[in-house]
C-alpha cells in the first residue's frame, strides 16, 4: 500500500467517522427537542387544567357573592315594604286629606 492509497483510506475513514458524528449529534438534538416538546406539552396540560380549576372556582365564588347581594336586597326590600305597609293608613289619610283640600 502506498502512502498516497494509505491517506485516501484514512480520508474515507475520517470522512465516514465525520458522517457518522453528524448522525448521532442530529438523533440526540432530535431526542431532546422530542424531550422538550413532550415537557412543554405536559406543563401545558398542567396549566389548562390549573386555569380551568381557577375559573371554576372563580365563578363559584361569583355566584355565592350575588347570592348573597340578592339576599341582602330581598332583605332590605321586606323591611322596606314593612315599613310602607305600617305607614300607609297614615300616608292614605294624609293623601285623602290634601285631596280634599283642592
Not at 44 to 70: F, M, P, V
Request: hydrophobic share 45%; proline share 0%.
Amino acid at each position: 500500500m502506498s502512502v498516497l492509497d494509505a491517506i485516501k483510506e484514512a480520508e474515507a475513514l475520517a470522512e465516514e467517522k465525520r458522517k457518522d458524528a453528524a448522525r448521532q449529534a442530529r438523533e440526540i438534538i432530535k431526542q431532546a427537542e422530542d424531550r422538550v416538546n413532550a415537557d412543554r406539552e405536559a406543563k401545558l396540560s398542567e396549566l389548562r387544567e390549573a386555569g380551568a380549576l381557577r375559573l371554576e372556582q372563580a365563578k363559584n365564588d361569583i355566584n355565592a357573592t350575588a347570592a348573597r347581594a340578592i339576599a341582602d336586597a330581598k332583605a332590605k326590600d321586606d323591611e322596606l315594604v314593612k315599613a310602607a305597609e305600617k305607614h300607609f293608613d297614615e300616608a292614605l289619610a294624609l293623601i285623602m286629606e290634601r285631596t280634599k283640600r283642592s
